[in-house]
DNA sequence: GTGCCTGCTCACGGG
DNA sequence: GAGCAGGCAC
């Protein structure tokens, strides 16, 4: 039995067709990774194609992992040859070879969104352009779409001719060209950009990657950008063993500049191109495909196909309502405990998805709460953080004093004394001299008008030369810890953030930042600073999911994209957030079909279960606000839904009856669906609500009661007795509520206030 | 040059 | 609600 008899006819259709270009239309769930991993095997196995002509392309890193890894199970020996990467990764190696040939030097640095940010603020600034007419977000947006078109400045400005606005942003996009060159500094749409510029200029250059590359694979091409289908072209030259694969109704990135015509018009491009269709999903149960399907066709301008599925009907989509995030976060965790003390789940097999980071920090309380073990899965991303950076900053001014944005960073952090007067004197200097900011200050000396900052800025230079000797001798893991205890960060930190919580997360983050350090060392034969701080720049999070089977996941729906969970939670279900506000006005247009498949994307990563929430009223932008139930919610029929609120859920006039202020503070346990109270309770409905047990509670919530599996066990404290808290820290208990399966606690902690949590998750510790 | 206060803007997503 | 930029006092 080979390898391939596990796939289906289409599935093996797809591996076989390895000539000629191919576009794959996946479903989701219908196993492309899978074929795209097979595919790699056929060609090195059944087609002798060694595996260095072999190239798969994949947007995000957590994708690439995930696929190189299957490649490397499946095929063994020789799979590290096989170049899976990323789009920006894969250029990044290829420009680190070639961009000399571009005018750039080839240790040129990265510029993330906030060195872009403060260039640009320095351009306005310079241009005297004013940043409260013309913003520096626009600019940055604009600069970005541009290249994402392959749109030089040049070309800008003779499009943005006559317009004043245009014209604007021409002029700082030349200046901001310009700036990055000079500061020898690539942001990451000049990764692809550039690439594509080299390949056109160095036909040479392209010759030997077409050679190198001979088959091409291309996974969520409808994610492809213009500047990332022309690469891509370009690389499959006359060979054309092109292959994508992509699914158009889980097309979510236009906004940065997603071209969906690249797949819709695949066979326009290749008019020989064979297309092969994968409808079968292998993931979900058919209620929630049929949901799936349900909010997808109301899309218009897609490729029709019909996601089928021979697993059984399962449960019925779960929907509920609750009257603020509060109670929608507490709902959620507490339901993931259930489940989980049942044994009907592990804390791994659940993810909560949302639509914006921001919703992440109530649900993460609420699972402190309850102590279940979880991960939020993106965020700010972990080389953004202002700790990670400073230190970045004072490796890379260690390694080369080359990066002016880096050298400026850290020249007054911590607290040298060196102000704005002294870094624009050093500047002006430095530009005068076309010498690097660095080397400014090397002859500090020489620069008129320094003053009582000329010791300080010799004492910065000194302590940078020290760093340097010491980075011959140690490893970077030593070096970093070096660095963080010769400035002083510990307490330059402490002195910012006033607050010892967060100083200690800043510093647990470095601590993590070394063990990055030391990994990277481990398994890289001949690790240099210079080298880790480039593989450094294009990671978005510093863990792969490896290895978190343990945790419920928390994430964005963005983040999720590509992954499966057997129980999803999609939290935030309100038109006004999910749909986002601003896709809200403008009806049935390109926004709101974005929204659309996010929401099918949402929808088709779960297995078993899927779970939709929404509160009534919710906490944005410092305001309260009541938003309507989603209509991605209201496009599911309702025969696929179990609200357990027959019917009740959407009533827009009842809606504006409700003034927030005619209610009463609701107790933190009420996390019954609202809807509930108003169908059964109507008369008493704003009477305050009494905690009642859980279990009632669950019988509310139409949830029936399982066989608990947790001991009660004898607590060693009581009421009135001082405890611990891992994240809360000391508090006084209150109150201990004997359940059927467990103790409820009411704690009063002395900083965080007033929490109930079970004891069996809390782990609460006496306080002797 | 620094620290504090105020007022403003932004919460949509990633490499 | 939070983070940041700008203004102001020391």
Not at 471 to 493: C, H, M, Q, T
Not at 710 to 719: C, F, N, T, V
């Amino acid at each position: 039995m080979s390898i391939y008899d596990t796939l289906n006819k289409e599935q093996r259709e797809a591996v076989a067709a390895t000539q000629g270009p191919l576009l794959l239309l996946a479903g989701a769930g219908s196993g492309k990774t899978r074929v795209l991993t097979h595919r790699v095997a056929y060609l090195i196995q059944e087609m002798g194609v060694p595996p260095w002509n072999i190239l798969a392309i994949t947007f995000t890193n957590k994708a690439a992992g995930e696929m190189r890894e299957r490649v490397d199970s499946l095929v063994g020996a020789g799979s590290s040859q096989v170049w899976v990467a990323t789009f920006h990764s894969t250029c990044l190696r290829i420009l680190r070879r070639y961009i000399d040939r571009l005018g750039f030097d080839n240790h040129f640095t990265i510029y993330d969104t906030d060195d872009q940010k403060s260039l640009v603020r320095d351009i306005c600034r310079r241009l005297q352009i004013d940043t409260k007419q013309m913003r520096e977000k626009e600019f940055m947006g604009a600069i970005s779409s541009a290249k994402d078109q392959l749109i030089s400045p040049t070309e800008y400005q003779l499009k943005a001719m006559g317009d004043f606005r245009l014209g604007k942003i021409a002029s700082v996009y030349l200046a901001y060209q310009e700036e990055l060159k000079k500061n020898n500094g690539l942001d990451f749409d000049d990764l692809l950009m550039k690439t594509v510029e080299l390949f056109k200029a160095c036909p040479e250059v392209l010759e030997q990657y077409q050679d190198r590359f001979r088959y091409i694979m291309v996974d969520e091409y409808q994610d492809t950008n213009t500047a990332q289908f022309e690469l891509i072209r370009l690389l499959a030259g006359e060979r054309r063993n092109l292959c994508v694969v992509g699914d158009d109704d889980q097309s979510i990135y236009r906004f940065r500049g997603a071209n969906i015509r690249n797949i819709l018009d695949f066979e326009k491009i290749y008019p020989d191109a064979r297309v092969i269709r994968l409808e079968q999903n292998y993931r979900s149960t058919g209620h929630i495909l049929e949901a799936a399907n349900a909010v997808i066709r109301n899309n218009a301008g897609r490729k029709e196909k019909t996601l089928w599925t021979s697993r059984e009907k399962g449960s019925r989509v779960r929907f509920r309502q609750f009257e603020n995030g509060y109670e929608e976060a507490e709902f959620i965790a507490e339901d993931i405990a259930r489940l989980v003390k049942r044994g009907q789940t592990a804390y791994g097999e659940c993810a909560v998805l949302y639509r914006t980071n921001a919703q992440s920090r109530l649900l993460e309380e609420s699972m402190v709460t309850m102590g279940l073990p979880y991960r939020v899965v993106g965020g700010v991303n972990f080389y953004a953080r202002k700790e990670i950076k400073d230190i970045l900053a004072y490796l890379k001014t260690v390694d080369n004093g080359r990066d002016d944005v880096a050298v400026k960073r850290i020249l007054n952090v911590p607290r040298r004394g060196i102000g704005d007067t002294s870094l624009d004197r050093l500047q002006s200097f430095a530009q005068a001299r076309n010498i690097s900011f660095f080397e400014a200050l090397e002859e500090a000396d020489r620069v008129p008008g320094l003053g009582r900052a000329g010791t300080k800025i010799a004492a910065f230079v000194e302590q940078i030369r020290v760093m340097r000797t010491k980075a011959r001798i140690y490893g970077i893991k030593e070096l970093i810890r070096d660095v963080i205890e010769s400035i002083g960060y510990a307490e330059y930190l402490r002195d910012q953030d006033g607050d010892e919580e967060e100083t200690q997360d800043r510093l647990n983050n470095l601590e993590e930042l070394m063990g990055k350090a030391a990994v990277y060392s481990q398994t890289h034969e001949d690790p240099t600073l210079s080298e880790f701080l480039e593989e450094v720049a294009l990671v978005a999070d510093i863990d792969s999911l490896e290895g978190e089977s343990e945790r419920v996941l928390l994430m964005t729906l963005h983040s999720a994209k590509g992954l499966e969970f057997s129980q999803v939670y999609l939290a935030g279900m309100e038109d006004g957030l999910f749909p986002g506000y601003l896709s809200l006005p403008s009806g049935d247009s390109q926004d709101m079909e974005e929204e659309r498949r996010l929401a099918y994307v949402g929808i088709t990563r779960a297995k078993d279960q899927l779970t939709l929430t929404c509160a009534r009223t919710r906490m944005m932008r410092g305001e309260t606000q009541r938003n309507a139930v989603s209509r991605f919610v209201r496009e599911i029929p309702g025969e696929l839904l179990d609200s357990s609120l027959p019917g009740s859920y959407w009533e827009p006039e009842k809606e504006m009856e409700r003034e927030a202020g005619e209610r009463e503070p609701v107790p933190a346990y009420d996390f019954r669906p609202r809807a509930f109270l108003r169908s059964r309770a109507t008369a008493q409905e704003n009477k305050p609500f009494i905690a009642q047990g859980i279990g009632s509670l669950n019988r509310i919530a139409g949830i029936s009661k399982g066989v608990g599996e947790i001991r009660l066990e004898a607590l060693d404290y009581g009421e009135g007795d001082r405890v611990n808290h891992t994240k809360y820290g000391e508090g006084t208990v209150l109150k201990i509520d004997r359940e059927p399966r467990d103790y409820k606690v009411t704690v009063l902690f002395d900083r965080a206030g007033q929490k109930i949590m079970y004891a069996s998750f809390a782990k609460l510790k006496r306080v002797p």
